[in-house]
Each structure stands twice: as structure tokens, then as C-alpha cells.
């Protein structure tokens, strides 16, 4: 049988380096999966569309296609815009299967990809017992997407960092330079910035201004086409698949 494609489904952004972000990671993860045909649609600004790659792919034979958020956290595009697009798609190709992913986060993989940038920008593991870190994500009016945030803060500051604060680029408070300022006020003499975003854009280099204005000494990159986030699309890929292997093999 062949597999489901994997359909990506990334926000999109009038920033070029956001889509060329999406298509190095997404090469990635085919690079891990030779066989696996994987696709990337866009909710907006840049093309394909996810109607159009859905019909694309129903016009080329294609039978199943796990459709996954390229997301973070649960918020309004995971909760709402997706699912609406993918309906409307669906109605209009009663042939093809459409499977929702669940979004990344959290996952042990997006913490170890976030250290791996801390790391490239300068942080050794022996400095995190004297090293504050914000967490600066890009923020969200959905109470389950801040909440999901503040825990991932609390369980990095169980890994050895002096001092962990939440911080987001819109939507929610604190900002990112307010958060490097209430870890000063703290006591903390070293300071990192570790964007919790995948891909450049607005909010990341506004995360970026917060952190130099305030004087952070080490700013990481955003998460990108890590090995470890490849590796976590397949991971929501598989199991995504997981209820269909299950009904096979009860009925084989």
C-alpha cells in the first residue's frame, strides 16, 4: 500500500525566510523518510493553498493524507482555522481521506531542540546553574496555549537553569525585554533569549528587539529544520496513523 502523504500545514508569512524555513525542514524530514511523500500548504500569504495541494493530490490518485499543524501549541489556528479548512476541503473530495495530526508541542523533542540553539548561540551546559533563560514564544489569546507555555518554563527550570521566565511577542504579557529585566531584578547576572518559534518572521525578531533592548547576553536562534523537529513531524505523522493500523488489524 502506499503511504499517506504527509501535508505540512504551515501559517505562512510576507517574510521569505519563513517559507524557506518550512521547506528546509519539511526536505528534512524526507531526507528521513525516503518513500514518504510529504507536501506543504500554507493558511496564508504564501502558495500552495491547502485546498489546493488537497486537490492536487486527489487529482494525482493520492487515497489518505495526514494533515499536519505546523504549530506549538493548541491555539486558534489548531482549534479553529484548520479544521474549517480541512471540512470545506473535504466536502469538495468525498474520495480522499484527510486525517488530522495533533500540533507539536509539547514534546521532550522541542525542549531538546531549543537547548541545541542555546547551545550553537553560545551557552555551555555548565553555565545554566548561573544563566537565566526566557522562554519567548509568540503568544496567544487561548488560556490552554499560554498555560501549555508557563509549564514548559516550570519543567526547564528543573533541568538546571538559575531562573526560567515565560515571555510572548504578542497577544499575552510579559514581554520578552520585561522578562530579561525581572530576572535582573532577580539577582541573575547572565541572561539567554531562547524563541520558542519555528520559523523567522514578525514576532521572532520582535522577540529578537526585546531581547537586545534589554540586554540579554545570548539570543538563540529560532527552532528551524532541527533534526530533532523533523523527527517530530513524524512522530505526529505516525500516530496519527495509529487508530487506522489498529482497525486493519482487527479486521484481518
Not at 468525498?94 to 500540533?103: G, S
Not at 508541542?105 to 548561573?130: H, I, M
Request: hydrophobic share 45%.
Amino acid at each position: 500500500m502506499t503511504p499517506a502523504v504527509l501535508l505540512v500545514i504551515a501559517h505562512g508569512s510576507r517574510d521569505p525566510r519563513h517559507a524557506a524555513t518550512v521547506h528546509a525542514l519539511t526536505a528534512r524530514v524526507r531526507a528521513l523518510r525516503p518513500g514518504l511523500r510529504v507536501e506543504t500548504g500554507f493558511l496564508d500569504f504564501n502558495a500552495p493553498s491547502v485546498p489546493r495541494v488537497l486537490e492536487r493530490l486527489a487529482g494525482q490518485g493520492a487515497d489518505e493524507v495526514v494533515a499536519l499543524p505546523l504549530l506549538l501549541t493548541r491555539a486558534f489556528h489548531a482549534k479553529s482555522d484548520i479544521p474549517a479548512v480541512l471540512r470545506e476541503a473535504r466536502a469538495g473530495l468525498p474520495r480522499l481521506r484527510v486525517r488530522q495530526a495533533e500540533v507539536l508541542g509539547p514534546s521532550p523533542l522541542l525542549n531538546s531542540a531549543l537547548e541545541r540553539r542555546l547551545y550553537e548561540a553560545g551557552v555551555r551546559p555548565g553555565d545554566r546553574g548561573s544563566t537565566g533563560l526566557v522562554l519567548a514564544s509568540a503568544g496567544s489569546t487561548d488560556p490552554e496555549a499560554i498555560a501549555v507555555i508557563a509549564e514548559i518554563a516550570r519543567e526547564l527550570r528543573h533541568t538546571g537553569w538559575c531562573s526560567v521566565r515565560p515571555a510572548f511577542a504578542s497577544a499575552s504579557l510579559p514581554r520578552t525585554g520585561d522578562a530579561v529585566r525581572a530576572l535582573r531584578a532577580e539577582g541573575v547576572r547572565r541572561v539567554a533569549v531562547a524563541p520558542y518559534v519555528i520559523a523567522p518572521g514578525r514576532l521572532p525578531d520582535r522577540i529578537a528587539a526585546g531581547a537586545a533592548e534589554a540586554g540579554a547576553e545570548v539570543l538563540a536562534g529560532v527552532l528551524g529544520p532541527s533534526p530533532e523537529l523533523a523527527r517530530l513531524l513524524l512522530d505526529r505523522y505516525d500516530e496519527a496513523l495509529v487508530p487506522a493500523a489498529r482497525m486493519a488489524s482487527l479486521s484481518a
